[in-house]
């Protein structure tokens, strides 16, 4: 336990130097708290954009659209503010950051987690969370108690989710040289599930984003429960956070099989 | 106290394949090239002890220093820091060692060095009382105070590489692993970088592996040399033996008043060159300077200027390097 105080510790330590890192070029900083404010102007006139362009699908309204994009958007934002550093572990590699993070006695993924924050995401969390509650208010859901409690559930698995599959694809880069093919399937298939309801694509494809780049558990099976859709049974939803959990697992073990097998860079 | 046996690593060199869906393939089927880097090696490390690991880029140097530090897993053979192996009982290896990459920082890019320096406190749980003494030992001896407030991007590389010893001796390690530290650094500050790993080998009794190409590095600081080459310990022994072992040949380079004698000794060899001087090249032992000088101006020859070059350790490095330890 003692263990794991000290290293959350260590996590926002971390942090705190990458912030204070980031404040150093306080232009810079200025500069990216100006065009976030600007960003968050230009998400409010993309919400009344998106609202009006979405057109119903089958039996998915507008309202039901936005949310399955804004839940999407809240649980990447999840990935792009904390963890981007996850996918760019090819870089940290060839440029030897990650042989130091192995020469402090603190988990090298914390080290590798805690270099990067950006804080600039928020925007896309905001952003997030009005069209879902847009969405909402449009589909006129009925909401309780415990659909607020999923919610929560939901966006963390989303989020967790997300994640590991950066992770897993970044992952690959222990092993061979070259991850970049994977990781751009992988946009292929987010770029689709971003803003349709899987049950407008084909079968395959909805074992693919469901059982093997669980991608529909970010929007689409939340969606679904919360809006009450007839899209997929309500036990299917409520997996989100086995295949979270499941995920998570793979990653660890990945993981410590990625730091066993690590090669450096040579030299 | 370190110990390695018959430690060997090989990379697995990923090749790029080329043609249709060349990044799927290298995915599916990866093609590798195979480099043995560490070949078997074994030595032995005492406390307290100053060795240099020397040997030609690629070597195998950097590999075995990253598998002593546990940075890298070794392929077969083990090694054991103060009864600890490296990959396995990493935290507490870490605690154990210190690490400085001449090429590399270990510090926070964009923050100042104090900053760095704390969050090290905090990662190696280092009391306040000890934390304070060493900073202010370090900055004696190191002269950090002027840039503690500064960020590691903008020192030049000897405050860099000063701020990284320091780092890497904040929690008192038994060991420290130095990789081509005074690489690129002006000779004054390498002196003062001497100056202190002496000191800290010394005075603390801290256990320092340096690699480095700096021959006078290895003089200064190092009385024992392991020599590596293509992943093998061609040399493991005092910086003397080194001498005496591959430094048989000795040279010196003469001018002469007017124009330059025929010298015939056996076994000395005499090369005009160009401008006019002679280069005399002999087998260290077989003659005294004195016989090979008192030779030449029997033959009524005046000697204008002599230039001796001693069997230096960069000669002989040199030597290693270029025939691969064939000698």
Redesign the interface.
């Known amino acids: 336990m003692g263990e794991v105080r000290?290293q959350v510790?260590?996590y926002v330590?971390?942090l705190k130097?990458t912030m204070?890192?980031?404040l150093?070029?306080r232009a810079d900083f200025w500069m990216s708290l100006v065009s976030v404010a600007l960003l968050n102007g230009a998400n409010i006139v993309q919400i009344s954009v998106i609202s009006w362009r979405f057109h119903a699908l089958g039996n998915w309204g507008v309202g039901d659209l936005l949310t399955l994009y804004g839940m999407f958007m809240i649980c990447w934002s999840i990935f792009s503010i904390f963890f981007r550093k996850l996918s760019k572990i090819e870089d940290e590699i060839v440029s030897?950051s990650f042989?130091?993070y192995?020469?402090?006695?603190?988990s090298p993924f914390l080290q590798l987690v805690g270099g990067d924050i950006n804080y600039v995401g928020v925007c896309d969390t905001m952003l997030g969370a009005a069209l879902v509650a847009v969405g909402l208010y449009m589909a006129e859901a009925q909401w309780g108690i415990g659909h607020i409690l999923w919610f929560a559930v939901f966006i963390l698995s989303g989020g967790t989710i997300v994640v590991c599959i950066r992770f897993l694809i970044s992952c690959?880069t222990f092993?061979?040289?070259?991850g970049?093919?994977?990781s751009s399937v992988f946009t292929q298939i987010y770029l689709l599930i971003q803003k349709y309801p899987v049950t407008i694509f084909g079968r395959a494809f909805r074992v693919l984003v469901t059982g093997i780049v669980p991608v529909a558990y970010l929007n689409f099976y939340p969606a679904v429960y919360l809006l009450g859709k007839p899209d997929a049974p309500a036990w299917l939803c409520m997996l989100s956070p086995v295949v979270a959990l499941v995920l998570a697992c793979l990653s660890a073990i990945v993981w410590k099989g990625g730091l066993?097998?690590?090669?450096?860079c040579?030299? | 106290m370190i110990s390695v046996k018959k430690l060997t690593k090989t990379y697995r060199i990923a090749q790029p394949q080329e043609g249709r869906f060349a990044a799927l393939r290298s995915l599916v089927r990866p093609q590798y090239a195979i480099r043995r880097a560490v070949d078997g090696i074994d030595f032995d490390i005492q406390d307290g002890e100053a060795v240099g690991y020397i040997g030609q880029n690629g070597a195998g140097k950097s590999t075995t220093i990253k598998m002593l530090s546990g940075i890298l897993t070794p392929d077969s053979g083990s090694i054991e820091v103060n009864g600890l192996t490296p990959h396995i009982e990493r935290k507490a290896h870490l605690q154990n060692i210190g690490v400085v990459f001449g090429q590399k920082t270990s510090l926070w890019w964009d923050v100042p060095v104090i900053d760095s320096l704390r969050i090290l406190k905090e990662m190696y749980r280092i009391e306040d009382g000890r934390f304070k003494r060493n900073l202010e030992m370090f900055c004696g001896l190191l002269d950090l105070e002027p840039f503690l407030g500064q960020p590691v991007r903008q020192l030049s590389l000897g405050q860099r590489v000063r701020a990284d010893l320091a780092a890497a001796l904040m929690h008192d390690p038994h060991v420290l692993f130095l990789d081509e530290p005074t690489i690129g650094v002006d000779v004054v500050a390498k002196e003062r970088l001497r100056e202190f790993i002496l000191k800290i080998n010394q005075e603390r009794k801290v256990t320092v592996l340096l690699t480095t190409h700096d021959v006078v590095d290895m003089e200064k600081l190092v009385d024992r040399v392991i020599v590596i080459n293509a992943g093998s310990i061609l040399y493991d022994g005092r910086l003397q033996g080194l001498r005496e072992r591959y430094g048989r040949e000795r040279r010196m380079e003469l001018a002469f008043e007017g124009e330059p004698p025929e010298i015939s000794l056996p076994g000395v060899q005499a090369k005009k060159q160009k401008d006019g001087k002679v280069t005399v090249t002999f087998a260290q032992g077989q003659y005294a300077v004195d016989e090979i000088l008192f030779h030449i101006r029997q033959g009524g020859v005046s000697i204008r200027d002599i230039t001796i070059q001693n069997a230096d350790i960069e000669q002989i490095v040199r030597d290693i390097y270029q025939e691969g330890g064939k000698a």
Do not use: N, Q
């Open positions: 000290f510790k260590m330590s971390l130097m204070k890192g980031i150093e070029y030897g042989d130091i192995l020469l402090r006695p603190v690959v092993w061979t040289t070259r970049s093919a994977l066993r097998h690590y090669h450096s040579g030299g």
